[in-house]
């Protein structure tokens, strides 16, 4: 097993066939799919299902993904660490959940330390990516919510992964709306009056499961639901189809005026706890260091 070969099953993992991998991958298809059987023997399991429809991950196959995205991703770090040609260049990087609070202080901190040579990177993605990469040391900084719904299951999930979370602020529950909404204007609403139309909801993971939303009531039975994991789209949708999405109430004045989104008090009570996590015990660079100066102006608990 060598790490070209994990690389090759995540990259097949995510592309439609075979072909389309090995294009991606520039190599040729033959040689890829030989590359993958060998793995498969050396391991002794199946990673993909091979039909005349196409290749799918095996449950063997989407367990073993997990760890080589984890392999790779170490990897990756020590390779831009310690064997980039471009030694004197300086490196950070953070995680964030859907936050333009978490954007702001990142860009705060490129402003006032101004390196003249550097590689930064802010991820804005998934709970469990997040929690993944602080884990990892591939962030230094990850910004993280939970409701009451899923705040226990997420504390595990801090303790197991040897995580340090400080809240910053509690945020009450909102609902966005289209500015020609025609309940756009209410000063609160209850999630019953909402039934009539769609929740858009940020997909947080593969397998449908609340715990890791950012969003409140995780665990409320909607009629109307549309999952899409990317912002523009939601907005789309929430304009299209006078859906709504639920939130913390954090609405940028960009957001408004770009958007056209409006929020709404909701009745129903369950608060978002809103924090940044560290790696328990990690030494953090003065860009980390700087960057929890920002997060930390914004702290209301």
């Known amino acids: 097993m ?3 070969q994990l690389k090759y099953v995540i990259e097949v993992a995510s592309s439609s066939s075979m072909r389309e991998a090995s294009t991606r991958l520039y190599i040729s298809q033959p040689a890829l799919s030989a590359s993958i059987r060998e793995l498969e023997e050396e391991l002794g399991i199946l990673i993909f299902e091979r039909t005349n429809k196409g290749i799918s991950l095996t449950d063997e196959g989407r367990e073993f993904l997990n760890y080589a995205k984890k392999a790779v991703g170490q990897y990756e770090i020590l390779e831009d660490r310690y064997l980039a040609k ?3 260049r300086e490196r950070f990087s953070v995680s964030t959940q859907h936050y333009n609070f978490a954007i702001k202080a990142f860009t705060a901190v490129i402003r006032s330390m101004q390196p003249e040579k550097y590689t930064f990177s802010i991820h804005e993605t998934k709970t469990k990516e997040v929690l993944d990469d602080v884990r990892s040391l591939k962030s230094e900084v990850g910004v993280v919510s939970f409701s009451g719904s899923n705040e226990a299951v997420i504390r595990k999930l801090f303790r197991d992964y ?22 756009a204007g209410r000063k609160e609403i209850s999630i019953e009056e909402m039934q009539k139309y769609p929740c858009i ?9 609340f715990y890791l939303t950012e969003e409140a009531m995780a665990d409320y039975s909607f009629d109307k639901m549309i999952k899409s994991d990317d912002r523009a789209t939601s907005m789309e949708i929430i304009a299209e189809l006078g859906g709504y999405a639920i939130g913390s109430g954090m609405l940028s004045e960009e957001d408004a005026v770009l958007q056209g989104l409006t929020s709404i008090k909701l009745k129903e009570e369950d608060p978002l706890t809103i924090g940044y996590i560290t790696r328990r ?11 929890i100066e920002e997060l930390l102006k914004y702290k209301e608990l």
Do not use: C
């Open 201 to 209: 909801s940020f997909d947080q993971s593969d397998d449908g499961k």
């Open 86 to 88: 471009d030694s004197g």
């Open 2 to 4: 060598n790490m070209n």
């Open 162 to 183: 040897d995580l340090e979370f400080i809240p910053l602020m509690r945020k009450e529950t909102y609902i966005y709306v289209w500015k020609n909404h025609a309940l």
């Open 281 to 291: 015990g990690s030494r953090l660079s003065a860009y980390g260091n700087a960057y």
